[in-house]
């Protein structure tokens, strides 16, 4: 079973919950301005993805989208909201960040 982290109220979210329930996945729903994915996690989607990890949408992105890993980490657990979202995370370790259909449909089934 896969952990989802995700906010009610993003539309992202709401269409990747969908998108696991209509597809017969089976998940813990997990409220990440609750409780954040493993640091582990957080940190590999930055060094990853780089400022791609951050929401653009979120108020602060365009000051901190050049900051850099240690910045972007304390800032993301001050504000979980700065973190791209969904996060899904395997029992094994493995992650994916945002809701891609067909990325999705190849990992998950």
Sequence with gaps: M?????????????KAKAWLDANGVEYNYIDYTKQLPPERVIREALEKMGAAALR??????KELKDAG???WMREITADPN???R?????PDGRWLMGFDEEEWRRLLK
């Design 2 to 14: 896969i952990d989802f982290y995700c906010k009610r109220t993003c539309k992202g979210c709401q």
């Design 56 to 61: 653009k949408r979120h108020r602060r992105y």
């Design 69 to 71: 890993l240690e910045v």
């Design 82 to 84: 700065l973190l791209g």
């Design 86 to 90: 969904p996060v899904v995370v395997w």
